[in-house]
C-alpha cells in the first residue's frame, strides 16, 4: 500500500496568482517587484510582471498597455491585480474590459488629468529616463496627450480596490487621488472591503512600504 503525505508538498498545491502591472518608465524587472516577491513567501504566492511598454516605450500606447494587460489576464487568471501608477489606470481600464480580481492600487495616477502634459519639455519626442532600462528614451508627445484625455478612473471598479497613497508622492498629488476616492464612495457604487490607505511618509514609489502592500495583496486573496 502507498502512503500518501498528510499534506501535499506546496509545489503541488495551486497558489494565488498576482498580476503585477509596473508603472511609466519601469518594466517587470523593477525594484518594487523584486521585493514583493521577496515579501510574499514563494510558496503561497505566484507574482506575474508582463511588459507593459507597448508596443515600445518610445511609442508606448495606453490602448496597447491595457491590452497587454488583459491577455496577461486571460493566460494567467490572477487573484489579486495589483496597479503601480500608470500601471493603476491600466488595471482600472482592464475592469471596464471584464477583469474581475480584486485590485490593489499603489499611488495611481488618479484625478491627474492635464498634469500628464504640463510640465512636458518642448519637442517631440521628449527625453525621458527610463529605470527598467537605465537610460534615456525619447518618447513621442502623443503618449501624454492620450493620458491628458483618459477617463480610466472617473467611475469607480465594480470589483473591491484596495488604494495606497503616499502624502509626500512627489509624483502624483495626494490630494486628486483622496479626492477620487472619496467620490467613489460617495457614489454608492463602491464594492464592499474597497478602502483608501493614506501612508504619511510615503513618496511615489512607496518602496519602503513593500510590506504594506503585501499585506493588502494577501487580504485581498484572503476575502477573494
Do not use: C
Not at 94 to 104: D, H, I, K, T
Amino acid at each position: 500500500m502507498v502512503h500518501l503525505p498528510a499534506r501535499s508538498p506546496w509545489y503541488l498545491l495551486a497558489v494565488p496568482t498576482v498580476l503585477y502591472l509596473h508603472g511609466f518608465a519601469s518594466s517587470p524587472a523593477g525594484r518594487k517587484i523584486a521585493l514583493l516577491r521577496e515579501t510574499l513567501p514563494a510558496a503561497e504566492y505566484r507574482v506575474v510582471a508582463p511588459d507593459l511598454n507597448r508596443p515600445s516605450f518610445a511609442k508606448l500606447d495606453f490602448e496597447a498597455i491595457v491590452a497587454a494587460a488583459l491577455e496577461a489576464a486571460a493566460e494567467e487568471q490572477p487573484d489579486v491585480v495589483v496597479g503601480s501608477s500608470l500601471g493603476a489606470l491600466a488595471a482600472l481600464e482592464a475592469g471596464r474590459w471584464g477583469l474581475r480580481a480584486p485590485l490593489v492600487l499603489v499611488a495611481p495616477a488618479l484625478g491627474f488629468g492635464s498634469r500628464w502634459v504640463e510640465k512636458l519639455a518642448p519637442g517631440d519626442p521628449i527625453p525621458f529616463f527610463h529605470h527598467g532600462e537605465g537610460r534615456q528614451i525619447a518618447i513621442h508627445r502623443r503618449f501624454f496627450e492620450q493620458m491628458a484625455a483618459n477617463t480610466s478612473g472617473v467611475a469607480p471598479p465594480v470589483q473591491r480596490v484596495a488604494i495606497l497613497m503616499g502624502r509626500k508622492d512627489e509624483s502624483v498629488p495626494f490630494e486628486g487621488v483622496f479626492e477620487t476616492g472619496r467620490r467613489w464612495e460617495e457614489s454608492g457604487r463602491l464594492a464592499r472591503g474597497s478602502r483608501f490607505i493614506a501612508i504619511s511618509d510615503g513618496d511615489h514609489g512607496l518602496v519602503d512600504h513593500t510590506g504594506r502592500i503585501a499585506a493588502e495583496i494577501q487580504a485581498s486573496t484572503a476575502s477573494g
